[in-house]
């Protein structure tokens, strides 16, 4: 089992920046494909962004396709997610997801952490 705790969600003005955190426990972090997704109000979580269980491929959702870089360092047991050129349709509430074997059903969340983007 892991699990998650995501960080560094804030207010920030569109073309702004963010970095988010998830911090993991145990020490089997390097075995799961770590995720963020996100929801904003009356609508359905979607993915945003996932990353290989060393780092080497990542994949994202069309909409934030250069300007999200996700990032992983399993030494600290943390993926980042650096988001660039904020926009206002990026404002939602942004959770870190993890599973061994694939993206679409992370079988762990974290609890959250806000993003809001002003314009």
């Known amino acids: 089992q892991v699990q998650l705790v995501e960080s560094g969600g804030g207010l920030v003005q569109a073309g702004g920046s963010l970095r988010l955190s998830c911090e993991a426990s145990?020490?089997?972090?390097?075995?799961?494909?770590m995720a963020w997704f996100r929801q904003a109000p009356g609508k359905e979580r979607e993915f945003v962004s996932g990353?290989?269980?060393?780092?080497?491929?990542?994949r994202y959702v069309e909409s934030v396709k250069g300007r999200f870089t996700i990032s992983r360092d399993n030494a600290k047991n943390t993926v980042y997610l650096q988001m660039n050129s904020l926009k206002p349709e990026d404002t939602a509430l942004y959770y870190c997801?993890?599973?061994?074997?694939?993206?679409?059903?992370?079988?762990?969340w974290g609890q959250g952490t806000q993003v809001t983007v002003s314009s």
């Open positions: 997801a993890a599973d061994l074997s694939n993206y679409d059903r992370p079988a762990y």
């Open positions: 145990g020490r089997t972090f390097s075995n799961y494909l």
């Open positions: 990353i290989s269980r060393s780092g080497g491929r990542t």
